[in-house]
């Protein structure tokens, strides 16, 4: 099988790029991939299962969602038309750039940032342009808006991973009203922070909000998300989905879960206090060093370095996430909030490290 000719089959970009990974081991508690580290209590997820019962199985699901798209735009305040959804904000990141990128066009985005914007563009044959971010991991205003301006499609993530770090309300409108082509911000992490952009979207037809529930809505075992734009806009990017992409059990979780909103914003400022908390308790430690985050993760530095300090938590079966090999972050692991017993062990290794 080594000697297939794939250099005929696939696409060079394709073949250049590294595959998406995370390193794994054996673990009991698992803040390696930014989920909630609260799962649903037994007797809402028997509501999902029992209205799961009740449909035909034999049946597609709808070709639009119109029930789960009604909700979320009355949770938003905005006409459904507006909003489309997929399995998983990914997959409406990847609809967005099979319809908008040509071979050769320009696609900018941050560095260091979430991998698979790149992946995506680079796919799409374009031409990857980023802004780097400073040694305090702030955005450069200076640098990022001729970028923007020349991009045919701009992915910005606010609050940003790895890294946490927020843009402003204030810098996002300048890079919407000064850019040619689209400009998306996925707001994944949005809970977090509170701080949206879809409060412009009636001054800049040109942006985009993409969310997820994986996060703080505590749905990461199935697949939804969503984005937020202009109706007509919307219809063309529906074009780079494929017919009924989601699946009726992430249809009626997700259409649950949106009758217990206080429970996610319960549980996302208790994650905020949580972060916030370890951040306090990690700083002072000897040569330990951690960034301010908005979102549920925060990038960490030990002495030990980033190898080290990612085989000490392992070795106690904690799992976070080596970042290494990102842009700017070669001495940090990436750590996800977890519950307050979990973030309690990763503290007591980093000690024993500082």
């Not at 808006?145 to 204030?170: E, F, V």
């Not at 911000?185 to 997820?212: C, H, M, Q, W």
């Amino acid at each position: 099988m080594s000697n297939l000719p794939l250099q005929q089959w696939i696409k060079p970009e394709v073949l250049d790029q590294a595959p998406y990974r995370i390193r794994l081991s054996g673990y009991r508690h698992k803040m390696n991939q930014n989920e909630s580290p609260w799962d649903w209590p037994e007797q809402i997820k028997k509501e999902v299962t029992n209205r799961l019962a009740e449909v035909e199985w034999n049946r597609y699901p709808p070709l639009v969602p119109l029930e789960l798209r009604a909700r979320l735009a009355e949770y938003l305040r905005l006409s459904p038309e507006m909003i489309l959804l997929g399995k998983g904000s990914n997959e409406v990141l990847a609809a967005l750039t099979k319809v908008v990128l040509r071979p050769g066009d320009r696609m900018c985005t941050l560095a260091p940032t979430f991998p698979v914007y790149r992946m995506l563009g680079e796919q799409m044959q374009s031409q990857i342009i980023t802004s780097d971010l400073d040694s305090a991991y702030a955005v450069d205003e200076a640098d990022l808006l001729p970028k923007t301006a020349a991009a045919r499609l701009t992915i910005l993530c606010n609050p940003n991973s790895p890294t946490g770090n927020l843009m402003s309300l204030d810098l996002i409108e300048k890079v919407a009203a000064t850019a040619e082509g689209l400009v998306i911000v996925d707001e994944a992490y949005y809970d977090f922070s509170r701080v949206t952009a879809i409060g412009l979207l009636d001054k800049y037809p040109n942006l985009v909000v993409t969310r997820t529930f994986s996060k703080a809505c505590g749905l990461a075992g199935f697949r939804l998300g969503y984005a937020v734009m202009h109706s007509e806009l919307a219809v063309q990017a529906q074009k780079g989905l494929l017919p009924y992409n989601i699946d009726v059990p992430s249809l009626i979780a997700g259409q649950t879960i949106l009758d217990y909103r206080q429970l996610v914003d319960d549980h996302a400022g208790n994650i905020v206090q949580e972060r916030d908390r370890m951040i306090n308790r990690l700083i002072e430690l000897t040569g330990v060093r951690t960034w301010p985050s908005q979102a549920n993760f925060f990038l960490l530095e030990t002495p030990a370095g980033p190898g080290e300090t990612f085989s000490a938590l392992a070795g106690k079966g904690i799992l976070v996430r080596d970042v290494s090999a990102y842009p700017g972050c070669s001495n940090a692991v990436r750590v996800t909030v977890g519950a307050p017993h979990e973030n309690d062990a990763l503290i007591d290794v980093v000690a024993e490290l500082a």
